[in-house]
């Protein structure tokens, strides 16, 4: 049964850094592309950034290009988002989840998303507030 558990969420004040952390079990994680997704009160789910299994290619919702960087650690079974300069609007519960990447990574985001993920069920997520 393919699981997500997501953690490093917390309260930070604008302008600050986390580091989250999603582990990965009862799938080969190498195997498929890993995306970040958050929801925040009262709106849509929304893809965040999505990272392919082999060639590494990414995507980045603008709002957060050049702040968060995505990564993962096979051996680990683990995927991270490195979120840096952060801003109120990117208060919200953060989820991770694996899937094929379709015709682009851009798709993957954006179809997990909206439809759920490909493996498995979303996770409990954790929780980012940045506030002052």
């Known amino acids: 049964q393919p699981k997500y558990v997501e953690s490093g969420g917390g309260l930070v004040q604008p302008g600050g850094s986390l580091r989250l952390a999603c582990t990965t079990s009862?799938?080969?994680?190498?195997?498929?592309?890993v995306g970040w997704f958050r929801q925040a009160p009262g709106k849509e789910r929304e893809g965040v950034s999505c990272?392919?299994?082999?060639?590494?290619?990414?995507y980045y919702r603008d709002p957060v290009k050049g702040r968060f960087t995505i990564s993962r650690d096979n051996a680990k079974n683990t995927v991270y988002l490195q979120m840096n300069s952060l801003k109120p609007e990117d208060t919200a519960v953060y989820y991770c989840?694996?899937?094929?990447?379709?015709?682009?990574?851009?798709?993957?985001?954006?179809?997990?998303?909206?439809?759920?993920?490909?493996?498995?069920?979303w996770g409990q997520g954790t929780l980012v507030n940045v506030s002052s």
């Open positions: 989840a694996a899937g094929k990447p379709g015709p682009n990574i851009q798709t993957m985001c954006t179809m997990t998303a909206g439809l759920g993920p490909q493996l498995g069920a």
């Open positions: 009862g799938f080969n994680l190498d195997m498929y592309a």
């Open positions: 990272l392919s299994s082999r060639d590494g290619t990414t």
